[in-house]
């Protein structure tokens, strides 16, 4: 569901299931596998593909992979796209978890180093459907939010709680994602050359 909120993308069912499509940059290729993991037995193989950025005429590595059609995803494309546009589900409140939470801040989270907090984009979303995220982050996990312009900060205070939430729940190459600073480094040197 996490991956939902955030990423992921369910396509329309039409004289099938939906199901999931999971992308990244290669550089999140062990968010990518930890992700995977997480949506096994649905997951299909992991495949690594160029993409060719428009603006600028760069090419980039990349790397994803779809699950299975399901009967499960197309409950969750009719929960996320009532109307055929990405939505937050009403009952969110009661379905989302700290997994869900710790997959949405890997995929749109960001920590501002600045602030010392975690933002989390949401442009994907309405002006309601952001409320009612902010609203849920209060009512599910007792984090205090604020939204500004097509962000939502998760408050300084807060911090603390959410990195007790969701930090198990991430591989430790995304902890930077909530400001805890990894001492080494992972490289997959194989996939990051074009």
């Not at 779809?66 to 009719?78: E, H, K, Q």
């Not at 978890?97 to 442009?123: P, R």
């Not at 900060?153 to 729940?169: C, E, N």
């Amino acid at each position: 569901m996490g991956c939902v909120l955030g990423d992921g993308r369910l396509d329309k069912p039409f004289h099938a299931n939906s199901r999931l499509l999971v992308r990244h940059s290669i550089k999140q290729y062990m968010y990518l596998l930890h992700k995977h993991g997480v949506l096994a037995p649905y997951s299909l193989s992991i495949f690594v593909y160029d993409i060719i950025d428009k603006r600028s005429g760069r090419t980039y590595r990349a790397a994803g992979f779809n699950t299975i059609r399901s009967d499960y995803f197309t409950y969750l494309y009719r929960l996320f796209y009532p109307n055929d546009t990405k939505a937050v589900p009403h009952d969110l409140v009661e379905i989302a978890n700290e997994i869900a939470l710790a997959i949405f801040i890997g995929d749109d989270g960001t920590y501002d180093i600045n602030s010392k907090t975690v933002k989390i984009s949401v442009d994907v979303y309405s002006y309601e459907s952001r409320i009612a995220i902010k609203r849920r982050l209060s009512e599910r996990f007792g984090l205090e939010a604020t939204i500004e312009k097509d962000r939502i900060y998760v408050m300084r205070r807060s911090m603390p709680r959410l990195a007790d939430l969701v930090k198990d729940y991430l591989p430790p190459s995304m902890h930077y994602k909530l400001g805890i600073v990894l001492y080494t480094r992972i490289r997959i040197a194989s996939f990051t050359s074009t």
